[in-house]
């Protein structure tokens, strides 16, 4: 079983930035894939960014490319995903999830664990 906590997130103006943060409790950390999601009011949950077992594989939805980085620290336990650059359109509920395998998945089904979430609000 994993635990997963996200932290960060709140209120920023477009064009700021802001960085969520998720804590994993398992002992194995470094062999889950992690990724960040995210939900917007009335939208289904979409994909954001991915990070396999290192910091070399990384992957991102079209919209938050290049400006949103995910990173991990395996020896923390931490994923974080930095954004920046925000827009109006990226206020949604931002979500960590893990999953064992050997590649990053954009399907939601596809993750085993979740955290609660956590908001990030951008205006305009």
């Known amino acids: 079983q994993v635990q997963l906590v996200e932290s960060g997130g709140g209120l920023v103006q477009a064009g700021g930035s802001l960085r969520v943060s998720c804590a994993a409790s398992t002992r194995n950390f470094g062999r889950y894939i992690m990724s960040w999601f995210r939900q917007a009011p009335g939208k289904k949950r979409e994909f954001v960014a991915a990070i396999t077992w290192t910091d070399v594989d990384t992957k991102y939805t079209d919209s938050v490319q290049g400006r949103f980085t995910i990173s991990r620290d395996n020896a923390k336990n931490t994923v974080t995903l930095q954004m920046n650059s925000l827009k109006p359109e990226d206020t949604a509920v931002y979500y960590c999830?893990?999953?064992?395998?050997?590649?990053?998945?954009?399907?939601?089904?596809?993750?085993?664990?979740w955290g609660q979430g956590t908001q990030v609000t951008v205006s305009s």
């Open positions: 999830a893990a999953r064992l395998g050997l590649d990053a998945k954009e399907v939601p089904g596809e993750y085993d664990y």
